[in-house]
C-alpha cells in the first residue's frame, strides 16, 4: 500500500509510541510485505529469523520489536508488538469504509462500460472502457479493471488475504492481517461466473492483460498471473503464486503457495502443484510431473501384478 503522500517517520513514531532510531527527518511513502518490499516502505518484522532478511531488503524503514544495528541509509521503529503496529497503520492510512450504496460515489468507469444492475461497486474503483460487468458481481475497495474487461455473475473481486499472524500464546491465537492491497486486472481479461480473487495483503493481486478465467476459480492473495493464461473451472491458486505467460491450468488444479508456474507450462486437470515447476513442458498427477514421465510410471503400475505372480512363480 503507499500513502496518499509521504509520512514523516517522526509523525510515525507518535502514531505507534515507538523509539525512532536512525534519520529523524525521513519519511515513508507505503507499507509492504518483505517479498514486496520498495525503497521508501516500511516493513514489520517480529521475529529473529527475519531481522536479517528486512534490515537487508529495500525498505526504508522497519518495525521491529528489538533495538538492533541499523544499516546506512535506513531508520528502525522500536515497538513491543511490530503485528499491531501494522494493524494500527492500516487502520489509520486505509481504513474500512463501510458503503450503503450499491454503486460508491467514488467508483469510476470509462465510456462503453456496462454495470449490470445487482452489481456491487466498492469505493475508489477504476474500471476502464468497454467493460461488462454482470449482475450479482462485487468489486471491493481500490480495485483497478483495465479495457474490454468481461466479469460473470456472481464473482468477488478483492476480498480479503487469508492470511493470519499466530501467537501460541493467546487466547484467540490466530489474529487477521488486514488486507490493504488491490486487484489489479489487465486489458482483455474474462473472469467467469462464482469466481473469488483476493486482494494483496499490502501489495497488488495482478492478473494479466488476454488472460481467461472459467467459472468457479479462486485466486489467493499477491498472486501475479501473467499475459494470455487459461484457467479451467476450479482451479484454485494459494497466496503469492507466480504464473509466467500463457500458461494452461486445467480443471481443478491446486497449486501450493508462493510458487513459480514457468512460462507456457500445461498443467492437467486435478493435478497438485506442490513445488515450482518449469515452463514450456506439460505436468500431471499429484505432485505434478512431466506427463510423459507420469505416463511411464503409469505403465511400470499396470505391470504390478504380472511381475508378482513372475516372483512367486519363481520362489516355487
Not at 537487508?56 to 538492533?68: G, L
Not at 499466530?166 to 481479461?189: A, F, P, W
Not at 497449486?255 to 515452463?279: P, R
Amino acid at each position: 500500500m503507499q500513502f496518499e503522500k509521504p509520512v514523516a517517520l517522526a509523525e510515525l513514531a507518535v502514531l505507534l509510541k515507538a523509539t525512532l532510531i536512525g534519520d529523524a527527518n525521513g519519511v515513508a511513502t507505503g507499507i509492504n510485505e518483505i517479498h514486496k518490499v520498495q525503497a521508501g516502505d516500511l516493513v514489520f518484522v517480529d521475529h529473529p529469523k527475519y531481522y536479517d532478511t528486512c534490515l537487508r531488503s529495500a525498505a526504508t524503514c522497519i518495525i521491529i520489536d528489538q533495538e538492533v544495528s541499523v544499516p546506512t541509509g535506513k531508520s528502525l521503529l522500536v515497538v513491543a508488538d511490530p503485528f499491531a503496529a501494522y494493524l494500527t497503520l492500516v487502520d489509520t492510512y486505509r481504513p474500512f469504509a463501510p458503503s450503503l450504496d450499491p454503486i460508491s460515489k467514488t467508483a469510476q468507469w470509462g465510456e462503453g462500460t456496462v454495470v449490470m444492475p445487482g452489481a456491487y461497486i466498492g469505493h475508489h474503483v477504476i474500471i476502464g472502457k468497454n467493460c461488462i460487468i454482470h449482475p450479482q458481481v462485487t468489486i471491493l475497495d481500490h480495485c483497478r479493471l483495465g479495457d474490454n474487461v468481461i466479469v460473470q455473475s456472481g464473482t468477488v473481486i478483492g476480498s480479503d488475504a487469508f492470511y493470519y499472524n499466530r501467537k501460541k500464546h493467546l487466547t484467540h491465537q490466530y489474529r487477521k492481517m488486514k488486507s490493504c492491497g488491490r486487484v489489479h486486472i489487465e486489458d482483455y481479461v474474462e473472469i467467469g461466473a462464482g469466481c473469488t480473487i483476493d486482494r494483496g495483503v499490502t501489495a497488488d493481486t495482478i492478473i494479466g492483460a488476454g488472460t481467461k478465467i472459467d467459472n468457479q476459480v479462486h485466486i489467493g492473495h499477491d498472486c501475479v498471473i501473467g499475459k494470455n493464461c487459461l484457467l479451467a473451472a476450479q482451479v484454485g491458486l494459494a497466496g503469492a503464486v507466480t504464473v509466467e505467460d500463457e500458461v494452461i491450468l486445467w480443471g481443478q488444479v491446486g497449486v501450493n503457495k508462493t510458487l513459480t508456474i514457468g512460462e507456457g507450462a500445461v498443467v492437467f486437470g486435478q493435478s497438485g502443484v506442490a513445488s515450482s515447476i518449469e515452463g514450456k513442458k506439460t505436468y500431471w498427477g499429484t505432485p505434478a510431473i512431466d506427463f510423459n514421465e507420469k505416463r511411464r510410471e503409469l505403465v511400470w503400475v499396470k505391470r504390478i501384478p504380472s511381475l508378482w505372480e513372475k516372483v512367486k512363480s519363481m520362489l516355487g
